[in-house]
C-alpha cells in the first residue's frame, strides 16, 4: 500500500470521525429542544382536547378508567 492511499483512508476516517461527532452534538441539541416544553395557549388546548374527545365524561375516570372502558362487555 502506497503512501497515497493510506492518506486518503486515514483522510476517509476523519471525515468519518468528524461526521459522527457533529451527528452526536445536533442529537444533544435537538435532546435539549425536545426537553423544553411547548407553550400554547388556552384555546389551542382547549381545541386539541376537543380533538380526543379528553375533558368530558365522569371527573373520576382516570381512577375508574377499566370500569367505564369494560363495563358491560363481561
Partial sequence: MGLEERIDQL???VCDLERK???G???ELLR??????VERSPEE???ALKIV???EGPRDM???FRRYL?????
Fill in 11 to 13: 483522510e476517509a476516517r
Fill in 21 to 23: 461527532i457533529n451527528v
Fill in 25 to 27: 452534538s445536533d442529537l
Fill in 32 to 37: 435539549k429542544e425536545l426537553s423544553k416544553p
Fill in 45 to 47: 388546548i382547549c381545541r
Fill in 53 to 55: 374527545g379528553m375533558g
Fill in 62 to 64: 382516570a381512577k375508574n
Fill in 70 to 74: 369494560y363495563k358491560g362487555k363481561q
